[in-house]
């Protein structure tokens, strides 16, 4: 099987790139597992000063592969490995984010986004709910903004993901835009960069301790209903849930 990740080294950057765009780089159990391997050799590295993760395709990430059972648990293990991972992670968009791909580019400490990047969070129309994601989006998201599009399902464009708080920043050329982003991390000292990011993410790491449990929970219950089998069978048979109006 060909990798799903795929790691390549720069001066003081490891870009990790996720590569399987057949299913639009969906969150299945072994683009997980990767990810997370992958994660943990980049810190394993003292030249590193930060990680870039981006993808192929039109999709960073269109959430939880519907395909095949899904762990949740493995989902927030890797978000909190993300946020405790001593050096920054730097989202790279230039495609299309969905549902639970939106909680891994939350967690990122650093987003940035092309023009033709699109968001939305699809789990009310599927049955489901933004519950594990919610942890790292809610603490840094405008709250008004993250109960409309929670809800609604609406989508939006990078210039209002930069405005609620999902987005660092967003330009018709992202590598441009993130060129002096990166330089300022490569001249960062590694104990620096991990204090830093430390005090950044104390509020996600937070509610990763206390909620996490509580909400991986709820992700499997709402998964396994009634509810979201016809929401996930309406979606690939393109037309509407029976309890659309």
């Known amino acids: 099987?060909?990798?799903?990740?795929?790691?390549?080294?720069?001066?003081?950057?490891?870009?990790l790139t996720l590569d399987s765009p057949a299913n639009r780089n969906a969150l299945s159990a072994a683009l997980v597992a990767e990810l997370r391997s992958?994660?943990?050799?980049?810190?394993?590295d003292t030249d590193?000063?930060?990680v870039v993760l981006t993808h192929t395709g039109t999709t960073f990430c269109?959430?939880?592969?519907?395909?095949?059972?899904?762990?949740?648990?493995?989902?927030?293990?890797?978000?909190?490995?993300?946020?405790e991972l001593p050096r920054p992670v730097v989202a790279r968009v230039t495609g299309h984010v969905r549902a639970g791909g939106l909680g891994?580019?939350?967690?990122?400490?650093?987003?940035?986004?092309?023009p033709r990047s699109s968001y939305a969070f699809t789990e009310t129309h599927l049955g489901l709910a933004p519950a594990v994601i919610s942890l790292p989006l809610l603490p840094r998201l405008d709250p008004r903004?993250?109960?409309?599009?929670?809800?609604t399902a609406e989508a939006f464009d990078a210039a209002e993901a930069a405005r609620i708080g999902l987005l660092t920043l967003h330009a018709d050329d992202v590598d441009a835009a993130l060129a002096p982003v990166l330089a300022g991390l490569r001249r960062a000292s590694p104990q620096g960069l991990a204090?830093?990011?430390a005090l950044t993410t104390a509020a996600v790491r937070e509610a990763l301790d206390r909620?996490?449990?509580?909400?991986?929970?709820?992700?499997?219950?709402?998964?396994?209903?009634?509810?979201?089998?016809?929401?996930?069978?309406?979606?690939?048979?393109?037309?509407?849930p029976s309890w659309a109006l």
């Open 1 to 15: 099987m060909a990798p799903l990740v795929h790691a390549a080294q720069a001066p003081g950057i490891a870009t």
């Open 38 to 44: 992958a994660l943990a050799t980049a810190a394993a």
């Open 48 to 50: 590193v000063r930060a």
């Open 62 to 83: 269109a959430g939880a592969d519907l395909t095949s059972p899904f762990d949740p648990g493995d989902f927030l293990a890797l978000l909190r490995e993300i946020a």
């Open 104 to 114: 891994l580019l939350g967690v990122c400490d650093i987003a940035a986004a092309g």
């Open 145 to 151: 903004a993250a109960a409309r599009y929670f809800l």
């Open 195 to 197: 204090a830093a990011k």
């Open 211 to 240: 909620d996490g449990a509580r909400l991986t929970e709820l992700s499997a219950k709402l998964f396994a209903s009634a509810e979201a089998r016809e929401g996930i069978t309406a979606r690939f048979e393109r037309r509407e």
